[in-house]
DNA sequence: CGCCCAATTGATACAAAATATCATTTATAT
DNA sequence: ATATAAATGATATTTTGTATCAATTGGGCG
């Protein structure tokens, strides 16, 4: 049996929660419930996603506490809204060092996590130059997959 | 007087004119309205502020064509919606490279355009790597400008 | 140029998503 | 254990986006 992405994930939560209280909020029961879901494998969920996982998980979470949530844990930087659908975001858990990068296929819509990356550096020297302090990146690469592509 | 902004806006509109005439859709007043707006040098606008200003140029055009037209050029990659607030897509447009880079201060919200970057040699790497056929990327790197982190 | 006709539109009605309000509950520091 | 501010869930409401459909229009063709 493979624990390991449930390893990930609980240090993923952990992680979330450890900001969470840093920035001196509560652990709250529908906060938990949130970060739960969230940090499940099947990324890249929409509010309408995580609204469903959470009452299945606790019907007793309301709905304006998921959004709530979801608002403050933006603000936060733990989570990050993409837009791989027009207009519905998909939200993704940030590790702590803010760096995330995907590959989207426009046409079956297939997301491939680009772990830690080479992008990083040269991040680092676009900051230096700009003089500016990075917390994190966000790359999209949009590119036809070698199943679409046949 | 600075014509320059002036120039590239009007052969970003062109461009984009262009790919839609190309991909077969009419150049209609409501299409190049909704353009005519977002190629203004103030881009990153929500739908709400493409409506407000849409309005504002023509009152004639409809509300269900604007959204039909941000859902059009986003289907065709003119435009890319992006989420610098929560939950509110900010649309901007896309040079025909399909290339996009910038910076946001998380504290301020400024947004700072990155043109051509170093960026690209290196997802052209990754794409080979990959075996896929990229179309284009979006890069956000949040970074707390000189002016917030005083 | 002026006709044709599918594509597109605008208006209206409708559905879905998000937010404000507020009395009640709960997490945490002491 | 208790006090208390933070957070919650339920409800009502607003905002945002979509479906429908008759009327209009862009652009190719003669």
Redesign the interface.
């Known amino acids: 049996m493979d624990t390991s992405s449930n390893d990930t994930m609980s240090s993923l939560i952990d992680s979330a929660l450890a900001r969470l209280r840093e920035a001196g909020y509560k652990i709250t029961n529908a906060r938990r419930t949130v970060l739960e879901v969230l940090c499940q494998d099947n990324q890249h969920l929409t509010?309408a996603d995580v609204i469903e996982q959470v009452e299945a998980r606790d019907p007793a979470v309301g709905r304006a506490s998921i959004f709530r949530t979801?608002?403050l844990l933006?603000?936060l930087?733990i989570i990050?809204?993409?837009?791989l659908t027009?207009?519905t975001?998909n939200y993704i858990v940030m590790p702590e060092s803010?760096h995330h990068a995907h590959?989207i296929?426009?046409q079956c819509n297939k997301i491939?996590e680009?772990g830690d990356?080479?992008?990083e550096d040269?991040?680092e020297?676009?900051?230096e130059r700009?003089?500016?302090?990075?917390?994190?990146?966000?790359?999209?690469?949009?590119?036809?997959?070698?199943d679409c592509?046949d």
Chains 1, 2 share one sequence.
């Open positions: 509010s979801l608002e933006t603000e930087a990050r809204p993409t837009y027009p207009r975001p803010g590959i296929c426009p491939t680009l990356c080479e992008i040269l991040i020297q676009i900051a700009q003089g500016l302090e990075i917390t994190g990146h966000l790359l999209e690469i949009y590119g036809i997959c070698p592509s």
